[in-house]
């Protein structure tokens, strides 16, 4: 497709679970970040891969949260042991090297922690 | 490390009005800068954004933003607004030295009264 494709759209799931969300990025795109939205918190950065460069994690919260991108293409979200503090829309997003910052977002997935 | 702060976390305006809403950011390099939307139910998209050159930008729908370099700011700006701009406007700033993270502030949401 032409955008930025999330999966799922919307997990539930109950506490002390692992969840996984996937995001695939515009083709061609070499730079993606994760992003997480919470009510009354803003865009909470999370990690950033940028081509074959080592990712930068400063933003993961914890040791339960890790991703990966494979093939510099399709990256997961992983958080294990989920809390309830987890619970949030969390966004990826895409962009091309020659236009640094600007960013191409996917709708997001919306993760409930029960 | 770079931090953007949107001093108006609500705004309520009648349809006509003028809008301004403040972005400043921390940083003491060079910085690109600028101004996602999200539409009730949508996802995040660009406004606008500032490179270089001339410090009033133009973007989608009738908003501009000005970069004043002096006082670290990028504020909005949209002489009347409609219903339709109804939003969340969040700033944003990366460091223009190498590839760097895109760091968002916490949002603004915007209401237009018709």
């Known amino acids: 497709g032409a955008g930025v494709s999330q999966s799922p759209s919307n997990k539930v799931t109950e506490k002390g679970k692992d969840v996984e969300l996937r995001c695939d990025p515009i083709?061609?795109?070499?730079?993606l970040y994760w992003y997480r939205q919470s009510l009354g918190q803003g865009l909470e950065f999370l990690i950033y891969f940028q081509g074959n460069s080592a990712p930068d994690k400063s933003g993961l919260p914890s040791d339960r949260f890790s991703a990966e991108r494979t093939g510099g293409s399709v990256s997961t979200l992983t958080i294990q042991r989920t809390q309830q503090e987890d619970s949030a829309v969390y966004l990826c997003?895409?962009?091309?090297?020659?236009?640094?910052?600007?960013?191409?977002f996917g709708e997001g997935s919306r993760l409930t922690v029960l | 490390a770079q931090s953007v702060s949107q001093h108006n976390h609500h705004v309520i305006l009648s349809e006509a009005a003028s809008l301004e809403l403040g972005c400043n950011y921390s940083y003491g390099g060079t910085v690109n800068l600028f101004w996602y939307v999200q539409y009730p139910g949508q996802h995040l998209q660009l406004l606008l954004k500032?490179?270089?050159?001339?410090?009033l930008v133009k973007g989608i729908k009738g908003f501009e933003a000005e970069f004043i370099k002096s006082k670290f700011s990028f504020n909005l700006r949209k002489p009347s607004v409609q219903w339709s701009d109804t939003a969340e406007y969040f700033c944003?700033?990366?460091?223009?030295?190498?590839?760097?993270?895109?760091?968002f502030g916490t949002g603004t949401r915007l209401l237009v009264s018709p």
């Open positions: 997003a895409s962009s091309p090297h020659w236009a640094a910052g600007e960013l191409f």
């Open positions: 500032y490179f270089s050159g001339d410090p």
């Open positions: 944003a700033v990366n460091a223009r030295t190498g590839f760097q993270k895109l760091v």
């Open positions: 083709s061609g795109h070499t730079a």
